[in-house]
T-cell receptor
Framework: DAGVTQSPTHLIKTRGQQVTLRCSPK?????VSWYQQALGQGPQFIFQYYEEEERQRGNFPDRFSGHQFPNYSSELNVNALLLGDSALYLCASSFWGVGYTFGSGTRLTVV | AQSVTQLGSHVSVSEGALVLLRCNYSSSVPPYLFWYVQYPNQGLQLLLK??????LVKGINGFEAEFKKSETSFHLTKPSAHMSDAAEYFC??????????????FGKGTKLSVIP
């Protein structure tokens, strides 16, 4: 049984560019949450998707947007990248808030 | 809204000594509580979780945690530290926020160093 799969594992982007990160949830999970983890910090909640809609959102600007597909997979899009967006982006899938499974993350470096 | 406070951003213990990592939470509704471990350049691995029932929860690698509602605490312990326990540990709380929605909120983490 595959867990949560994130792609790509690493990428480097230039300031001002746009990036799309992808996440496939664990089988049986219908909710996907995205987190940003800056170096030396705890993960910060970006937003959560359920039934293809954004259900909750953390304190992140509109440059951060997402999407969930009918198969529950999800994308995180970040526009107009800033140096401060450099971080590890984690995807977690869950079912009813009890069993969160995390992917290995995507390491984004903005130069 | 919920929040998590981890006391001590860095804890050092000798190999074989007791590990105690502290976590206090704030939640207006009954929470689910979690401890995760993160090794360098890796994602988060679940150590243990409290949902309902027994307040002393046993996890992987010999770790356990006790939910104390009166103290709003969920401290993580291990009787004897091993070199392989050196990592960053995150306490997290998940609480129901309405309309079938839960949100998982993390503390800032505690980096555990094990001294040979």
């Amino acid at each position: 049984d595959a867990g949560v799969t994130q792609s790509p594992t690493h990428l480097i982007k230039t300031r001002g560019q746009q990036v799309t990160l992808r996440c496939s949830p664990k089988s049986g999970h219908d909710t996907v949450s995205w987190y940003q983890q800056a170096l030396g910090q705890g993960p910060q909640f970006i937003f959560q998707y359920y039934e293809e809609e954004e259900r909750q959102r953390g304190n992140f600007p509109d440059r951060f947007s997402g999407h969930q597909f009918p198969n529950y997979s999800s994308e995180l899009n970040v526009n107009a990248l800033l140096l401060g967006d450099s971080a590890l982006y984690l995807c977690a899938s869950s079912f009813w808030g009890v069993g969160y499974t995390f992917g290995s993350g995507t390491r984004l470096t903005v130069v | 809204a919920q929040s998590v406070t981890q006391l001590g951003s860095h804890v050092s213990v000798s190999e074989g000594a007791l590990v105690l990592l502290r976590c206090n939470y704030s939640s207006s509704v009954p929470p689910y509580l979690f401890w995760y471990v993160q090794y360098p350049n890796q994602g988060l691995q679940l150590l243990l979780k409290y949902t309902t029932g027994a307040t002393l929860v046993k996890g992987i690698n010999g770790f356990e945690a006790e939910f104390k509602k009166s103290e709003t605490s969920f401290h993580l312990t291990k009787p004897s530290a091993h070199m392989s326990d050196a990592a960053e540990y995150f306490c997290a709380v998940s609480a129901y926020s309405g309309a079938g929605s839960y949100q998982l909120t993390f503390g800032k983490g505690t980096k555990l160093s094990v001294i040979p």
